[in-house]
């Protein structure tokens, strides 16, 4: 029996990360994946959201950072992955989504992985250029309810401002504001480019043409497993 990934099935948890800069399709992809393939989503931008509404500390610590498209603090971020991906939600495996997002935080991650004779098996890297990614995230819309992402060109609801799912008016993300998302490429793009190159030096990267539509992205991604387990 194999993993889908070539390797045979096993106590490791399969750990996948989707690695992109603003508006790239991550927590698109990580949503269909998740339901394709029965692993939890865990995305770093989520859990700072539910923070900030639930007004909790954590919430706190990011909200500055998050106003100005800047990068949270690894001391915070990492604590507050790990913790997520320690929950027996993760225990059949997770598609990581927004973290790591530095070299520190892909360092932490991979040393508390290996101490349980884990690894990231497959970092997903979608690439789009700058000026889509900035139309994306103008005519994105999310379900406050479920989190399921629309785009009002791309990929509308059926009934306009309404979640397919459960109805919820549709609301726009705080950080989408122009201003915010200049800031957030210029900021959160070198270091991510720089997680890819460290990643890159393991040979697990797979560079994937993100300015196809969602469904031959997510059909690449899962291709490229099936080929894996075929070999
Ligand atoms: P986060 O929420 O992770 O934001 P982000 O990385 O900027 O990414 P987005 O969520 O904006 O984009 P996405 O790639 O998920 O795109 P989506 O699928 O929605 O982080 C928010 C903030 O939290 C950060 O700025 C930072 O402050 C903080 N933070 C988070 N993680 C951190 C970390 N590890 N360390 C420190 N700080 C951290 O798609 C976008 C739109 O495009 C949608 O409308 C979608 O429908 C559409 N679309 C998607 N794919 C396609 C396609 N193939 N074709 C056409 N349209 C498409
Ligand atoms: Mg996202």
New binding site residues.
């Given amino acids: 029996m194999t993993d889908g990934l070539g390797g045979h099935a096993s106590a490791e948890r399969l750990i996948l990360l989707?690695v992109?800069?603003?508006?790239?399709?991550?927590?698109?992809?990580?949503?269909l994946l998740s339901r394709e393939l029965g692993l939890v989503h865990l995305?770093?931008?989520?859990?700072?959201?539910a923070a900030l509404a639930a007004g909790t500390p954590l919430g706190e610590a990011?909200r500055e950072?998050?106003e100005?498209?800047?990068?949270?603090?690894?001391e915070?971020?990492i604590a507050m992955?790990m913790e997520e991906l320690a929950r027996p939600a993760a225990d059949a495996g997770a598609i990581l989504?927004?973290?790591?997002?530095?070299v520190g935080?892909a360092k932490a991650l991979d040393d508390t992985l290996a101490s349980a004779g884990e690894r990231i098996r497959r970092v997903l890297y979608?690439e789009?250029p700058t000026d889509?990614?900035v139309r994306?995230?103008a005519?994105?819309?999310?379900c406050p309810q479920c989190g399921t992402?629309?785009?009002?060109?791309?990929?509308p609801p059926d009934i306009p401002g309404r979640c397919d799912r459960d109805g919820t008016a549709l609301r726009q993300?705080d950080?989408?504001r122009p201003e915010?998302?200049r800031a957030?490429l210029d900021k959160?793009v070198p270091p991510m480019l720089a997680v890819v190159e460290h990643y890159e030096r393991a040979g697990i990267v797979d560079r994937l043409d993100?300015?196809?539509?969602?469904e031959?992205?997510t059909n690449v991604i899962l291709a490229s497993m099936g080929a894996r387990a075929a070999r």
């Fill in positions: 989707l992109g800069a603003v508006g790239a399709g991550k927590g698109t992809q990580a949503s995305a770093s931008g989520n859990l700072f959201r990011a950072y998050m100005a498209g800047a990068l949270v603090p690894d915070v971020t992955f989504d927004g973290f790591p997002r530095t935080q979608i789009v889509v990614l994306r995230v005519g994105r819309w999310i992402t629309y785009h009002e060109d791309t990929d993300r950080d989408d915010v998302v957030r959160q993100g300015t196809q539509s969602i031959a992205v």
